[in-house]
Structure formats: C-alpha cells, structure tokens
C-alpha cells in the first residue's frame, strides 16, 4: 500500500511522510497537506464533479469514525476503491486523538466560524488550520459540495445514529440531502434554527457546502467498536466516492425522524445544576413541566414543550457552552 494510505498511523505516532504526494496505479493523486490532512483527486477523466469533506476526530476519543476514514483511505491507497469525486479527509484534533481524549485545553468543535480568532492556544489554531484546508477544498465552482463531520455521542442513545443540521438565514434545508442520509443508514436528523460554532456550521454558511454532523453510536477507544454499525454508512460513501450513487428520491425520507431545537440549554456559572439520571440516553422524552436545570441568579429550565425530548446534556462544559439540547418533533 501507498504509505499515504497510513494517514492514521502517521497521525498517531506525529510522523510526516517522506513523499507527500503519491499516486495509485489507476492514476489517482494523494497528497498529504499537514498533519491529518489528506487530499484526492481523481484523474481528471473520471471525474464526477462531485467534492466530499469527510472530517472524523474533531473530537479524540470518537474512534469508530476515525477508525471508518482510515479504512476509506486505506481502500484508496490500495487500489480497491477507485474515487470519482475529489475528497478531503480531515481528522480534526490529532493531539486529542493520540491521547484518547475529547480535546486537550479546549472543545475545537466550538471553535469554528469566528471563534477560534476569540480564542488561543493550538486547538484555536487548529480550528482555523481546519477552515483554511475546507476553504481551499471547496473553492472550485459549478460543484457539489458535501461536508459529513463523523462523530460518535458521550452516551448511549434511543435513536442510535442522527445527524444535525446547521442552519443559515434563508437557506433552505435539502429534501435530497435528508433522502440521502436516510440511504446512508441515519434514522433522525435535528434541524438546527441558528448559525452555529460547529465544523458543519462552518462549512455550511461560509463555504456553501451541504453540512452535517453525523452521531453514529457511542464514543468507545480504538479496537472496541464492533457495537457501531457503520455498513450502511460506508456502503453509500463508497457508491459517493465511485460516483455510481444509487438514485433516490428526494420525496421519500422513509422513516426519517426529524426534529427542530426548541431551547439551548447554556451553561452560565459554576452553580449549575442538571436534573437528569448520569446514564440518561440521548432522545429520552421529558414531560412538560419538568425542572431540567439551575443556575445563578435563581435561573430555571422548565420543560415547556410537548413531546421534547433532551440530546448532548453534559453539566460539565466550561461557562457559556451548551450543556444540553431540547428537541421537539418537526416537518420540513
Ligand atoms: O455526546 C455528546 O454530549 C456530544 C457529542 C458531540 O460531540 N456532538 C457534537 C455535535 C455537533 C453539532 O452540534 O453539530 C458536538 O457536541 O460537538
Ligand atoms: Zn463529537
């Protein structure tokens, strides 16, 4: 195999390539841009017009989808999968993901769309890093433009794999872009009503990508993922990245739960208190009436909303980030 190929490998142990451009014998160009960074480009007769961001380790310790870029690259590199689309692969915090952690000082996944310029330290510089390489991605006109940002979720959930939407003024969320995850195995998708700090946020108001972040199971450490089942998900990145997608029709969601966020529950002080189980799943419904949270200054979440239900709580993130999202059911 092409020692490209080892993105994961060089990754882990911080090692550069020797050769930073390689080429497979059907003629497809890797080349590697900086650490975790890989770009490809298939021959320009094979071409489908189609580019694909496929980011994974934004956060360290989410390992099945690292795990599934490493098997995309690898299939790649040997000459097994043979890309007609021009794809970027990104594994987003390499620091976080040698030493098996979340992030190291701080979330990069809060990072994007302005935030990182607020901020400092390497996951700051990072998170720019990251936007630069998607910005010089998705540069080239007249082509689509698909972002999946794969992570896995802090705790189990009772729908296993979702994926969220950002949102901009104005722009309409895709019907198509909702069949295709469906296609891709995804049983919800959160539509999100405000711009956010998120990877997917970024590339989807700035770069006018199609975005999503995809949660597809439980985060475990590498070698233990044979719980998450990602083969429907990697079944419809290979017909993307081979260009002989299946048609599906924009019409038919076929089961696709779709939700909108109701309330971000933020965190504002050390004083904050979430009312909910520790092992609570993702998607576990509250009833209206229900006292989620406290903070300072006599701050009360009540459940207002019928049939919410609460995603990514998470009492322990720094003051002023998300600890929580209530969701309620939705139409597009
Ligand atoms: O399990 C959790 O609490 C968090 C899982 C996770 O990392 N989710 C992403 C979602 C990003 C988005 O809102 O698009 C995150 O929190 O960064
Ligand atoms: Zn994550």
Same mark, same amino acid.
């Given at each position: 195999?092409?020692?490209?190929?080892?993105?994961?490998?060089?990754?882990?142990?911080?090692?550069?390539?020797?050769?930073?451009?390689?080429?497979?014998?059907?003629?497809?160009?890797?080349?590697?841009?900086?650490?975790?960074?890989?770009?490809?480009?298939?021959?320009?007769?094979?071409?489908?017009?189609?580019?694909?961001?496929?980011?994974?380790?934004?956060?360290?310790?989410?390992?099945?989808?690292?795990?599934?870029?490493?098997?995309?690259?690898?299939?790649?590199?040997?000459?097994?999968?043979?890309?007609?689309?021009?794809? /970027?692969?990104? =594994?987003?915090?390499?620091?976080?993901?040698?030493?098996?952690? %979340?992030?190291? @000082?701080? +979330?990069?996944? *809060? !990072?994007?769309?302005?935030?990182?310029?607020?901020?400092?330290?390497?996951?700051?510089?990072?998170?720019?890093?990251?936007?630069?390489?998607?910005?010089?991605?998705?540069?080239?006109?007249?082509?689509?433009?698909?972002?999946?940002?794969?992570?896995?979720?802090?705790?189990?959930?009772?729908?296993?794999?979702?994926?969220?939407?950002?949102?901009?003024?104005?722009?309409?969320?895709?019907?198509?872009?909702?069949?295709?995850?469906?296609?891709?195995?995804?049983?919800?998708?959160?539509?999100?009503?405000?711009?956010?700090?998120?990877?997917?946020?970024?590339?989807?108001?700035?770069?006018?990508?199609?975005?999503?972040?995809?949660?597809?199971?439980?985060?475990?450490?590498?070698?233990?993922?044979?719980?998450?089942? /990602?083969?429907? =998900?990697?079944?419809?990145?290979?017909?993307?990245?081979?260009? %002989?997608?299946? @048609?599906? +029709?924009?019409? *038919? !969601?076929?089961?696709?739960?779709?939700?909108?966020?109701?309330?971000?529950?933020?965190?504002?002080?050390?004083?904050?208190?979430?009312?909910?189980?520790?092992?609570?799943?993702?998607?576990?419904?509250?009833?209206?009436?229900?006292?989620?949270?406290?903070?300072?200054?006599?701050?009360?979440?009540?459940?207002?909303?019928?049939?919410?239900?609460?995603?990514?709580?998470?009492?322990?993130?720094?003051?002023?980030?998300?600890?929580?999202?209530?969701?309620?059911?939705?139409?597009?």
């Amino acid at each position: 195999m092409l020692s490209l190929g080892k993105l994961l490998e060089l990754t882990l142990a911080g090692r550069e390539p020797t050769e930073k451009i390689q080429l497979t014998s059907g003629g497809v160009r890797l080349h590697w841009l900086g650490e975790g960074a890989l770009d490809v480009t298939p021959p320009a007769a094979d071409d489908s017009g189609f580019d694909l961001l496929l980011s994974a380790g934004v956060h360290g310790n989410e390992t099945a989808p690292i795990e599934l870029l490493d098997r995309l690259i690898q299939g790649i590199a040997r000459g097994h999968l043979k890309p007609r689309a021009r794809i /970027l692969f990104l =594994l987003g915090n390499p620091e976080a993901i040698r030493r098996g952690e %979340r992030f190291v @000082e701080q +979330d990069i996944n *809060r !990072l994007f769309n302005g935030r990182h310029g607020e901020s400092s330290g390497f996951e700051a510089m990072r998170a720019a890093e990251l936007e630069r390489y998607a910005a010089a991605f998705f540069t080239k006109p007249e082509r689509s433009r698909l972002h999946y940002d794969l992570h896995t979720a802090i705790r189990a959930s009772k729908i296993e794999q979702f994926a969220l939407y950002p949102y901009v003024e104005g722009r309409k969320h895709s019907r198509q872009e909702l069949a295709r995850l469906r296609a891709a195995g995804i049983d919800a998708v959160l539509l999100q009503n405000k711009t956010g700090i998120t990877f997917s946020s970024y590339t989807y108001a700035q770069l006018g990508a199609e975005a999503f972040t995809l949660e597809l199971g439980k985060a475990r450490p590498f070698g233990s993922n044979a719980e998450v089942n /990602l083969d429907r =998900l990697e079944e419809r990145l290979h017909s993307l990245i081979e260009g %002989r997608e299946p @048609e599906f +029709d924009g019409d *038919r !969601l076929d089961g696709l739960q779709l939700f909108s966020v109701a309330r971000e529950i933020i965190k504002h002080s050390e004083s904050f208190l979430l009312h909910l189980a520790p092992d609570i799943e993702n998607f576990s419904e509250l009833p209206v009436g229900y006292l989620l949270a406290e903070d300072i200054a006599g701050t009360r979440w009540v459940v207002e909303e019928e049939g919410a239900r609460i995603i990514f709580p998470n009492p322990k993130v720094k003051n002023g980030l998300r600890a929580g999202i209530l969701v309620v059911p939705a139409e597009v």
